[in-house]
C-alpha cells in the first residue's frame, strides 16, 4: 500500500480518504501525511462506525461485512501520534460501544447534562431511561440521522452542536427503499421519489429518476449542510434529508 500517495482527486494515503472523513474519525492535516499506524487505526475506526459504505471499492470486488463492521467499537484501538483536538468545542465521543435504552454510565451523565446546559432536557443521572429515548431520537431525527435511538459518535457530536425543538407535528419521512445505497450513474423509481421531494421543496427540478451530475451536487450540499460526509452516496441517512435537512 502507498501510504503516501496523493491522487490529485482530493483523496489522500492508503485508504484514499477524503479530508471530511479524515476528520470525522479524528485525524488532523493531510491522511498522505500520516503515518501508516495512524492511517490503519482510523481506517479501522471508520469501519467500525460505518462498514465498507465509505470504499465505493469494496462494493465493486463484493467485500462482504463481518461482526466488526459497525459495531461501534472503538476503545481498543490505539492511534499513534498526539489525538486531534475535537472541533466546535465538542469531546472527543468517550465510548467503547455506542449507548442504548437501559445503559447507564457517566458518558450518559455528560450527554445529558450538555442537553441540560441548553435547556433541552432535566439535570442529568446518568440513566439512559424512556426520557433519554424520546429526547435521543428527536434530536437524530431534527438532525437528518435515523432515529435509531443510540448514542454513537454523531450523535454524540449533536448535543454540543445539533438543533432541537419540543416535538410538534411530525414530518413524515418514507422508509428508506434501497436494498443498496444509490450513488452517481445509478437510474431508479426510489432516485425520482427523492429527487421529487427536494423538488416540493423547491430545491430541485421535477425527479427524472437519474442520478446525474446535478443530482450529485445537490446531495453532496444537503450533505454538507446537515453534519453528514459529502460522499454523495443517498442511504438511509441522506434519504431523511430530503424531508427533514435543511437546505
Known amino acids: 500500500n502507498n501510504y503516501s500517495i496523493n491522487t490529485g482527486n482530493d483523496h ?20 498522505n501525511r500520516a503515518s501508516a499506524a495512524e492511517q490503519d487505526a482510523r481506517a479501522l ?10 470504499w465505493q471499492c469494496a462494493g465493486i470486488v463484493g467485500l462482504r461485512e463481518d ?43 455528560r450527554f445529558q447534562d450538555q442537553l441540560h446546559a441548553r435547556g433541552f432536557f432535566p439535570v442529568g443521572t446518568g440513566e439512559y431511561g424512556p426520557h433519554t429515548l424520546a429526547v435521543v431520537k428527536r434530536l437524530q431525527s ?28 411530525a414530518t413524515a419521512v418514507p422508509a428508506f427503499p434501497g436494498p443498496r445505497w444509490y450513488q452517481f450513474g445509478d437510474h431508479s423509481a426510489s432516485i425520482k421519489r427523492f429527487q421529487d421531494q427536494l423538488h416540493a421543496r423547491g430545491l430541485f427540478p421535477v425527479g427524472t429518476g437519474e442520478y446525474g451530475p446535478h443530482t450529485l451536487a445537490v446531495v453532496k450540499r444537503l ?11 443517498i442511504g438511509p441517512n441522506t434519504w431523511r434529508l430530503a424531508w427533514t435537512g435543511k437546505y
Open 12 to 31: 489522500y494515503g492508503a485508504y484514499q480518504f477524503d479530508l471530511s472523513t479524515w476528520r470525522s474519525v479524528g485525524g488532523s492535516g493531510y491522511p
Open 45 to 54: 475506526i471508520l469501519y467500525r462506525e460505518r462498514g465498507w459504505q465509505p
Open 67 to 109: 461482526g466488526d463492521a459497525r459495531s461501534g467499537r472503538i476503545s481498543d484501538i490505539k492511534v499513534s501520534g498526539s489525538p486531534s483536538r475535537p472541533s466546535s468545542g465538542v469531546p472527543a465521543f468517550p465510548g467503547s460501544r455506542w449507548y442504548h435504552f437501559g445503559d447507564r454510565s457517566v458518558s450518559i451523565k
Open 142 to 169: 431534527l438532525n437528518g440521522l435515523v432515529p435509531n435511538g443510540f448514542i454513537g459518535p454523531n450523535t454524540w457530536r449533536l448535543a454540543w452542536t445539533g438543533k432541537y425543538s419540543a416535538a410538534g407535528a
Open 223 to 233: 450533505q454538507s449542510l446537515n453534519g453528514l460526509v459529502p460522499n454523495g452516496f
